[in-house]
């Protein structure tokens, strides 16, 4: 019911966003980056490197979990397929 | 050097207050960038239900209403947690156009706001606040521990 709320109907921060449950994967970006901001926040010696580190950390953590998300496939799609039965 | 308790405890009450109060204004300002990023961001995915107090019967395999763990983290915001969840309760429109029949665990017939989340942005509605918080308790733990800045200057 929710994904199908129309986007131009959808009333922010009453109604849950539309189209998230086919869409879900775009927002671990913006949950990543959250986090980035408030750790690098406190992690950085100074502030004016904040920006740069964050971003150093958001494409570390993203491609970590494509680097996961290869692996597991290959696990799953290759290389399970090809081990004996039984 | 001792633990900074007021400096803690400022930075539970408001996201990056700790860090202000010590003079560490450009990183609390950032603090609060994020937080309010993950924050805002939790509740426009979810909706104001993202935040609550309780978890609905429905939702709970008992049909009652039980103690909402995931507020735990979300309570690391501080009164704006509590706000927020108090406000929520309120703004889910209850009437009787907004609500749908669901079947409860025990077989009967429920309903429900038609604008309650589901799936994935329940989830990640929920996820994005109780990260919010347990930054936050991050963030005011350092802010405890952190030197003040003439010291730090001093010492560099």
């Known amino acids: 019911m929710i994904a199908t709320t129309p986007l131009l109907a959808w009333i922010p921060f009453i109604q849950p966003m539309p189209g998230v449950q086919s869409h879900w994967l775009w927002l671990l970006p913006v949950l990543i980056l959250g986090i980035a901001m408030m750790y690098k926040a406190i992690r950085v010696e100074h502030v004016d490197r904040w920006p740069r580190e964050v971003a150093i950390m958001v494409g570390q953590v993203v491609l970590a979990f494509i680097g996961l998300a290869v692996g597991l496939f290959l696990l799953v799609q290759v290389i399970v397929p090809i081990l004996p039965a039984g | ?156």
């Open chain 2, 1 to 156: 050097m001792p633990f900074r308790w007021p400096s803690l405890l400022l930075g539970l009450v408001f996201p990056g207050l700790g860090h202000w109060m010590l003079g560490e204004k450009g990183r609390a300002i950032r603090v609060v960038a994020g937080f309010l990023l993950l924050w805002f961001g939790g509740l426009l995915i979810g909706g104001p239900m993202s935040v609550a107090f309780r978890s609905p019967g429905y939702s709970t395999g008992t049909g009652l209403e039980e103690r909402r763990l995931w507020f735990l983290p979300q309570a690391g915001a501080g009164p704006i947690a509590f706000a927020t969840a108090a406000l929520g309760e309120r703004l889910v429109p209850m009437g009787e156009d907004d609500l749908i029949e669901i079947t409860l665990p025990d077989g009967s017939v429920g309903t429900i706001s038609r604008d309650t989340p589901i799936g994935h942005a329940a989830d990640f509605g929920t996820l994005f606040c109780a990260l919010a918080g347990l930054m936050n308790v991050a963030v005011a733990i350092d802010a405890g521990r952190r030197p003040e800045p003439e010291r730090r200057r001093a010492g560099s």
